[in-house]
């Protein structure tokens, strides 16, 4: 029988540039590693420029000095063991070799729009992190005022839509968890009897995913959601419409988020809705 405990993170990974835009995952991470006791390391990759080649040494020492200073403020007095990590490189590499190294178990970073970080994690940056981390990834949106109330799961009765379920029920066990799920249809302007027979055939798909999953979901307070049209287009609008705090994806192994591929996907999640956002990527068996 499948466990549904309440999972305990140990160390929790915040990726972040050190300014003030990053501020929102910080607080979002020193909330999620107070709530389970656990150690926060914070990652800042030096990519030092062309032009600095000859100076490397010295622009590192200063980078350091400054980020380390940054860093302390922007902390302030939170009350949880911190580490600091200043490494040169790529992002990506240094955010999946410290995440391996510290053993994590989720990494925490923000977005901002047309920003260094934002750059970072929009567009093809995004799919080769999601690809590469083996652990989930909680992008940053809104400022926490409290845990997670709510979450919103997309479903498409895959392997790795059900495990992302799996995490995010098991990491907030006490938000509230709507599953939706969108449905197609084969031609693009279908007449109402044939949207009526393929919603008729997802909601047999609810009935199917809900028996073979059924300790997982049982709980009272499940929640299903199911919208005609392709899940890109209709879930930001939905989340949009809806209060939604946390919008939880997987990943299909290598093939990309829901069932397209992830980049394009993530970035339309991610830029079109206003809440965090949580990648699991599908682990193989």
């Known amino acids: 029988m499948e466990s549904v405990s309440a ?48 100076t490397a040494r010295r622009s590192q020492v200063v980078d350091r000095n400054t980020a380390e200073r940054r860093f302390k403020e922007s902390l302030g007095d939170a009350d949880v063991p911190v580490e600091l990590v200043l490494e040169s490189g790529h992002a990506v590499d240094v955010i999946v070799k410290t995440a391996a190294a510290r053993q994590c178990d989720l990494i925490v970073t923000g977005v901002a729009r047309d920003e260094t ?11 080769k992190l999601a ?32 495990q992302a379920l799996k995490t995010a029920l098991r ?13 197609t249809t084969t031609k693009v302007n279908a007449e109402g009897a044939v949207v009526e027979r393929a919603r008729q055939a997802a909601e047999n798909e609810v009935t199917g995913f809900m028996k073979q ?15 005609h049209g392709l899940a890109e287009d209709v879930l930001p609008d939905y989340v949009a419409r809806h209060p939604t705090e946390l919008l939880v994806v997987g990943t299909h192994g ?32």
């Open 7 to 54: 999972e305990t993170l140990r160390c929790i990974l915040l990726a972040t540039d050190l300014s003030a835009r990053c501020d929102r995952a910080l607080d979002r991470a020193v909330q999620l590693a107070r709530e389970h006791n656990a150690k926060l390391v914070a990652v800042c990759a030096i990519e030092t420029s062309l032009g600095d080649v000859l």
């Open 117 to 127: 970080l934002g750059r970072l994690l929009l567009g093809t940056t995004v799919e």
């Open 131 to 162: 690809r590469e981390a083996s652990i989930p990834i909680l992008i940053v949106r809104e400022r926490p005022h409290h845990a997670y109330r709510n979450l919103l799961a997309a479903v498409d009765f895959s392997e790795g839509a059900r």
């Open 171 to 183: 990491l907030f066990p006490d938000a509230h968890p709507l599953l939706y799920h969108a449905f």
């Open 213 to 227: 999953n059924a300790t997982l979901l049982n709980r009272p307070d499940i929640e299903w959601k199911i919208e």
């Open 254 to 285: 290598r093939t990309g988020i829901l069932r397209t591929a992830i980049g394009s996907v993530a970035e339309q999640l991610i830029q079109h809705t206003p809440c965090d956002v949580l990648i699991v990527r599908q682990r193989e068996p």
